[in-house]
């Protein structure tokens, strides 16, 4: 199996590995995601109807409203949350978001994780030294 390495920085630390679930569109949290049973409900993404409780989310970031943290504060409550985040575009939704569903989250890589990560890859993230394992699948 190949394993490429994407060096990255720390967002919120800890390691975590499992599998991915990517999606290239912005997640919006109010409207977009079920607290409740963990999935995607914007009709309009492409995600929709899939299940992010467990995985490791790979995303381009977060869009809406400031209410994107605490619906992902709901996940976790819940026992729905992501195991880890990787995303590319910083903001104090995704990061405030990061921080509530205590996963370990990276972002701002070498290389764009959207371009190599796809959904069912194993990933591990190494947050503490930002680092991220793929295995491609």
């Not at 977009?32 to 914007?42: F, K, L, S, Y």
Request: glycine fraction near 12%; include cysteine; charged fraction near 20%.
């Amino acid at each position: 199996m190949k394993k490429i390495v994407l060096h990255g920085r720390k967002v919120v630390g800890g390691c975590v590995e499992g599998e991915a679930l990517v999606t290239k569109e912005m997640i919006s949290g109010w409207g977009g995601i079920n607290p409740a049973e963990g999935t995607i409900i914007d009709v309009r993404h492409e995600l929709h109807g899939q299940s992010f409780k467990g995985k490791i989310l790979v995303f381009p970031g977060a869009k809406g409203s400031s209410g994107w943290s605490s619906f992902f504060h709901y996940t976790r409550r819940n026992g729905n949350a992501p195991i880890g985040l990787i995303f590319n575009v910083m903001n104090t939704k995704v990061a405030l978001g990061s921080v509530v569903i205590h996963s370990p989250a990276v972002t701002e890589f070498d290389l764009d994780p959207l371009e190599i990560i796809e959904t069912s890859d194993w990933v591990k993230i190494d947050a503490d030294n930002g680092i991220v394992e793929v295995t491609k699948r």
